[in-house]
C-alpha cells in the first residue's frame, strides 16, 4: 500500500497510543523518517488538511471517511482515531502492579482499556454537561482551579468493572467510567481488590 499522507498519519496516532495533538503526531512522523519532511511548513499542513477532510468534527469534513474525531472538542487540536483499538505495547508494568493477582496480562488489558479515549471523552463530556466542570470523583481535586489553563477538562478515566469480571461481548459503557485525579487512580491501582470509588472517598474523608 502507497504510504500516503493519510496512512503515514494513521500508523504514527498507532504508535502514540491512538491519540494526540498535533505536535505528538508531527514529532512521530518525523520520528518514523518515512516521509519527506524537507518543507516544514508544507507538509504539516499536510498533515492537518488530511486529519480534518477524513473527520466529522471538522468543518472540512469530505462526509464519507470518518477516521478521526476530536477529543476535546473542536479547535483544540487533538485528535484520536476513531477505530483504535490499544494494546499492551503501550502499557508499562511498574513495582507496584508484581503483586497483581490475576496475572500481569490482565492488568495490561485493563490498563490499556483506560488509555482508550473515546469512551473515556464521553463520559467526561456528560460530567462536564452535568457539574460544569471536571474534577475527581473521590477527593474532588480540579486540575483547571489548581493548574489554570493547562489542565482545563483534564482528568483520568478508571475502569470500574476489571477484566475478570467481563464477559464475552461485553463493552464498556460511559457510565462505567470512573474520572480521577492522577493520584486517587494510582491508589485505587493499589488495592488488591482495587477500591471502589465510596471506599476511596471514605478513606479521604478519614483524614
Known amino acids: 500500500?502507497?504510504?500516503?499522507?493519510?496512512?503515514e498519519i494513521i500508523e504514527s496516532m498507532k504508535e502514540i497510543g491512538g491519540?494526540?495533538?498535533?505536535?505528538?503526531?508531527?514529532e512521530k512522523i518525523e520520528e518514523r523518517g518515512n516521509k519527506d519532511i524537507s518543507n516544514r511548513k508544507s507538509w504539516k499542513a499536510a498533515v492537518r488538511a488530511a486529519i480534518e477532510i477524513h473527520s466529522s468534527d471538522s468543518d472540512v469534513f469530505n462526509g464519507k471517511d470518518?477516521?478521526?474525531?476530536?477529543?476535546?472538542?473542536?479547535?483544540?487540536?487533538?485528535?484520536?482515531?476513531?477505530?483504535?483499538?490499544?494494546h499492551d505495547n503501550f502499557v508499562d508494568i511498574t513495582e507496584d502492579d508484581i503483586?497483581?493477582?490475576?496475572?500481569?496480562?490482565?492488568?495490561?488489558?485493563?490498563?490499556?482499556?483506560?488509555?482508550?479515549q473515546k469512551v473515556i471523552q464521553i463520559a467526561k463530556n456528560k460530567f462536564k454537561e452535568k457539574h460544569g466542570q471536571?474534577?475527581?470523583?473521590?477527593?474532588?481535586?480540579?486540575?483547571?482551579?489548581f493548574y489554570g489553563k493547562?489542565?482545563?477538562d483534564y482528568i483520568e478515566g478508571h475502569h470500574s468493572i476489571p477484566v475478570s469480571e467481563l464477559k464475552e461481548g461485553d463493552k464498556t459503557k460511559p457510565e462505567?467510567?470512573?474520572?480521577?485525579?492522577?493520584?486517587?487512580?494510582?491508589?485505587v491501582h493499589r488495592k488488591r481488590p482495587w477500591l471502589k470509588k465510596e471506599e476511596l472517598k471514605e478513606l479521604i474523608n478519614k483524614k
Open 150 to 152: 493547562i489542565g482545563e
Open 1 to 7: 500500500m502507497e504510504n500516503t499522507w493519510l496512512v
Open 99 to 116: 503483586s497483581f493477582p490475576e496475572g500481569k496480562q490482565r492488568l495490561k488489558t485493563h490498563i490499556y482499556r483506560e488509555r482508550n
Open 19 to 26: 491519540y494526540g495533538s498535533y505536535k505528538n503526531i508531527y
Open 134 to 145: 471536571v474534577y475527581c470523583e473521590a477527593c474532588g481535586f480540579d486540575f483547571y482551579k
Open 66 to 86: 470518518d477516521i478521526f474525531y476530536s477529543v476535546c472538542g473542536k479547535g483544540r487540536g487533538i485528535w484520536g482515531l476513531r477505530n483504535f483499538e490499544p
Open 176 to 187: 462505567d467510567i470512573v474520572l480521577l485525579c492522577s493520584n486517587c487512580h494510582k491508589m
